[in-house]
């Protein structure tokens, strides 16, 4: 039989291998949807199907750029055909394909406990590999593991038994040459670039259905990492979120802030009370009787609320510890695209809450049973010039260990040693690490009701049941009766409520303050002035008489004068909520996607809109600025 012609050749192969990556991508899809099948109840399989017709858009823009060098490749060989040449296009595809798999997969195992596709802030993480390890659950590694080669060798295979073109030296066309050279390249532009349309491709294209799964699913993986790499460089040069002229957007805020009286209630009988902090890794709202879980799940919490004083509506502000950390005790906003912890440079810029008290003569700690390199919260807690700090490291080699560190059963009595031996006044904290993924600690199931987050809820148990261990013994030492405690979780959860990730009830979290110093008339106080993680720093300073105005994010809770509002940040979005209205803005999208509006609300939609991106416009041009 006569060969192919040449030029036949080429296009079979271009298309072929176009075609490969297509097929890849949605064979991904499935073992995601798969792996992740429960986030999948209540939607319809005509709603699924449509994922594999609305991600196409992304998915064409994706391989146009994956097909840049196959391209140049093939332009060799329509002039020159050597072994070479198919050797280095058979590596590069190599290559790819274990990109392409490390994101799936890792995007699979990452999106119970995120609930977002991979982003730059993932990226941060595996500069300490062993601290991802420790965080996923043993199955979870055995599946990657598995799943890695097993899918690289299995795919790998199908492109070269399949998909594969072998380009053969026979009667060359130089006109089809030079066409393929001046067509293609604008052909693969348009594709990347989502067509000929003046606005160029985004997520949006690929969002579809009100089940933020299938919008997830449908959005290609490879160009949501690329997008989210580059747009986190492109901020360094300028600030993403300008939607107005700075000053206007300032004014804005600085009327949020603006407070018309300082009357302010004192809820403690001193001035210098010890501090006790106690973290809470990951406790949601929905673990709290009071704030409307359910009723069990932390029951020495609930009688901690009778000597205290619970917050009832304050939110994270934004989704990791990092963020959290920051946002206590620097009063500082989480960013969206970014952590202000990952970078010294910035962060050294900071107002500090441990700091400010030390000046009044306080001796500072702060323990963790885990690896505090995560996140580089260690090099974040080392500005906050902690007098000591104690992670899994330096803690007793003989205490019982799981894949994050040590448990907390553990780490509270040695916690409660250290203090002992610490002389007043003081201020400690100690981040908890039960409710962390992967919640190996030691522990009986008492809870087999939540369809989700079963684990999490169990672990939220073991770890109230610490507390509870830990205050018994507490309330026996001589510095307890002088001794403010302060009860405050990093971030949310999605929790067994499986909330959406935009809406303000997943980012809403736990604070009390609570102990002998809380004068009588205000245990059992609760507090429902709507406020943030940041808010804690200038209501706990304001308490103890110490100067706030450095810590310019943050609010006083305690002041009747202070205006409600919260600020959250995830992965390229915002959330605000006010009394009685609450506005979520996706910054990828471009629009609102979520509002409520109560009748007790005293603003409109688009009074919201012009805070929110107003409170995100300043906070993220002052990380820019330091």
Known sequence: MPKKTLQRQIIISFLKQFLFWLV???????????????????????????????????????????????????????????????????IYVFIVLFLVIFIAIAESGVYGEWKTKLHYKALMYLINPKEIIGTAQTWQLIVFAIALPVQQILFYLLYLKVFYKKIQATTKNHL???????????????????????????????????????????????????????????????????????????????????????????????????????????????????????????????ELEHDGVLFTNIYSSGTRSQEGMAAIFSGFPAQTITTITSQP????????LNKSIKQEGYFSSFYFGGQLIYGNIKSYMMYNNFDRIIEEEDLPSNLPRGKLGVHDEYTFPYFLKEINRQKPPFITCIFTLSTHSPYDC??????????????YVNAAFYADNCLKNFF????????????????ISDHSHSSYRNHSYYSPDYHKIVLMFCGDVIKEEYKGTIISKTGSQTDLAKTLLTQLAIPSD???????????????FAFYAFNNG?????????????????????????????????????????????SFQQYMDF
């Open 24 to 90: 890849i991508f949605n064979i991904l899809r499935v073992i995601f949807s798969f792996y992740n099948i429960n986030f999948l109840k209540g939607v319809t399989f005509i709603e699924y199907i449509g994922v594999f017709w609305h991600s196409l858009p992304l998915d064409i823009s994706a391989i146009c750029y994956i097909m840049g060098l196959p391209f140049i490749i093939l332009i060799i060989q329509s002039f020159y055909q050597t072994r070479w040449i198919e050797i280095l296009n058979k």
């Open 176 to 302: 089809f040459s030079f066409l393929f050279i001046i067509l293609m390249p604008g052909l693969l532009f348009l594709g990347l670039r989502g067509g000929a349309k003046q606005i160029p491709i985004n997520q949006s294209q690929s969002y579809y259905s009100h089940h933020e799964i299938l919008n997830n699913i449908s959005v290609n993986s490879l160009w949501n990492l690329g997008r989210s790499i580059i747009d986190n460089y492109n901020l360094i040069h300028k600030n993403p979120y300008e939607y107005f002229k700075l000053s206007e957007a300032c004014e804005e805020v600085d009327k949020m802030f603006n407070v018309a009286s300082d009357s302010i209630i004192k809820i403690l009988n001193t001035n210098r009370p010890n501090i006790v902090f106690f973290i809470l890794e990951g406790w949601s709202a929905d673990l709290i009787e009071s704030l409307g879980g359910e009723k069990g799940i932390t029951p020495f919490f609930h």
């Open 345 to 352: 440079e910035k962060y050294n810029k900071l107002p500090s």
């Open 442 to 455: 030691n522990m009986p199931e008492n809870f087999t009701w939540p369809e989700f987050e079963k684990k």
């Open 472 to 487: 018994i013994l507490a309330k026996k030492q001589p510095w307890y009766e002088n001794t403010l405690f302060v009860l």
């Open 550 to 564: 450095s810590f310019s994010w943050s609010k006083n809770l305690l002041n009747p004068a202070s205006n409600e």
């Open 574 to 618: 915002f959330g605000f909520v006010r009394k009685g209205a609450e506005i979520c803005y996706d910054a990828n999208l471009e629009k609102t996607v979520l509002l409520k509006i109560d009748s007790v609300s005293v603003y409109t939609e688009s009074e919201l809109l012009k805070q929110a991106k107003s409170y995100m416009q300043c």
